[in-house]
């Protein structure tokens, strides 16, 4: 099976949106990550980090999925 993907970066944000070509469920995964207002850090001074997974049925509809969950942090 191959697997098409497409990766971004969008601010802070890197968003992977991937097809795994299932049959049984949506075959497309959505990750997105990246740190929080791009500079928050915790009580140890490391960056905190952000991340949200999604699925769609197509690369399109991933895409987009991602768009918005970025949208909504910022």
């Given amino acids: 099976m191959s697997k098409r993907f497409i990766k971004q ?3 802070t944000y890197e968003v992977e949106v ?3 070509q ?3 469920r ?3 995964s959505v990750r997105v990550s990246g740190t929080v207002l ?3 850090r915790n ?6 980090y952000f991340y ?3 699925e769609a049925m197509s690369m399109t509809e991933g895409l987009t999925k991602a768009k918005a969950i ?4 910022q």
């Fill in 9 to 11: 970066q969008i601010g």
């Fill in 18 to 20: 991937q097809d795994y």
């Fill in 22 to 24: 299932y049959r049984s």
């Fill in 26 to 28: 949506p075959p497309v």
């Fill in 38 to 40: 791009g500079e928050c």
């Fill in 43 to 48: 009580s140890f001074g490391e960056l905190c």
């Fill in 52 to 54: 949200k997974s999604a």
């Fill in 70 to 73: 970025v949208a909504q942090q």
